[in-house]
Structures are given as C-alpha cells and as structure tokens.
C-alpha cells in the first residue's frame, strides 16, 4: 500500500532531474539545491520506500533495433474467466511490451512491436489469434509517437 508521502521543493528538483535524466549525478543535484549528496540518498530512499518511484531503468530506441512497427491491439475474449489464462500466454510473447485489463469493448488492450507489418501479421495471426479463448482482435497501427513523458509533479 502507497503511504502518504508529502514532497517539497527540493524533492521535485531531485525527482525532475533523474526523470529528465536517471544517470544524473547525485552530486550535482546536491551542489543545484544547496545540501549534502548523502541528504539526496537519504531523500531518494524515502521516496522509494513512499513508493512514488517505481524504479530506475535504461529506454531502449526500438527502432535502432529494428522495431519500426508500433500496434495497440484490442483483444476479444469469449469469456472473462479466460482472462488469466489468456495473460499468461500473452507474457510469453516478447513483442508484446504493455498489457492492460480494460474496460468497454475489449478485455485487453495490449501495445506491440515488431519488426514490420509482415512480422505483425504473423504475430496475430499465428500467436494471439490462436490463443484459447481471444475470439477476435482489432488492430491499430501507430503511424508516429508525439508524446512521451512521465506523469508530471
């Protein structure tokens, strides 16, 4: 469970900094706000354990490796109790990179890369398609990315 956390200035200049950039030097943050960089770990660890940063991770460019592909598929399931079943094939495709439990038409709507459209109609088609319980998809391709960002503070 999330506690209740309240963050001051100096928390959202160390937040908006290693959001902008996580290899920021903690010593440079410290030296902008004017405190020791052991008061910035200090800080960061409360932060962690308030559960309000999630983590810390390397973005990979997909197209640099080939994925130039972008598709959000909405998944058709014959049943909701198929739900969990269904997840768990979905997991062991490694193109599929973002899942949610949706409300409205879909039971899932799902974010994939591939390579191209070829290898995105092999992937319905031969693997999610045929997944017990999806009676149908519905495809969109995303044709360009204009936004991209972390929630704001």
Known sequence: MTKKLKIDGIDKIIIKRLVKDARTPVLGIAREVGISGAAIHQRLRKLEESDLIDGYKMVLNPKALGYTTTAFVG?????????????????????????HYTTGNYAVFIKIMCKNNEDLMHLLNKDIQTIKGVSRTETFISLDQQINRQIKI
């Open 75 to 99: 998944v058709f399931l014959d049943s909701s109790s198929l739900y969990s079943s269904a997840i768990k094939r979905l997991k062991e495709i490694p193109e599929i990179v973002e899942s």
